[in-house]
């Protein structure tokens, strides 16, 4: 079975960091990943950007853009795309085509800051 393991902090927490102190803890974060990369168990690894870069498309049809992560305390993340585009307007227009399938969905479009990438899993991996 895959696990997605979410990382919350307290984003002020984290903006106050230095660079050098962010630069550390992404460090003991990179090496702390190592034997999980090496052993097969660690996949895609995301840092998300600021939450005031969020975006949010919710609404009937096309739906409306949203600022902020504003996804209800009812709802709860279910999966998560990582896409590669070059403008806000590119993702979100990637993020109306999943909810064309999927139209009771809420999406959360929001910039990866950090992106470590994996060496496995493969595309139908599964584990259980």
């Known amino acids: 079975m895959l696990y997605a393991i979410l990382a919350y902090h307290v ?3 984290i903006l106050s960091w ?4 962010d630069a550390a803890v992404v460090a003991k974060v990179i090496e702390v990943q190592a034997p999980l990369r090496a052993s097969g168990h660690l996949g895609p690894a995301a840092r998300l950007d600021d939450t005031q870069k969020a975006r949010t498309l ?18 709860q993340l279910l999966g998560f795309h990582l896409v590669e585009y070059d403008t806000d307007d590119e993702a979100i227009a990637a993020a ?6 999927n139209p009771s969905a ?9 992106y470590v990438p ?11």
């Open 106 to 114: 809420v999406y959360e479009i929001r910039p990866v800051k950090l």
């Open 58 to 75: 919710r609404g009937p049809g096309p739906g409306i853009v949203l600022d902020g992560p504003f996804a209800e305390t009812k709802e």
């Open 96 to 101: 109306r085509l999943l909810r064309q399938v």
């Open 18 to 21: 230095s660079p050098a102190e």
């Open 11 to 13: 984003e002020d927490e």
């Open 118 to 128: 994996a060496d496995g899993f493969g595309a139908a991996a599964t584990k259980g």
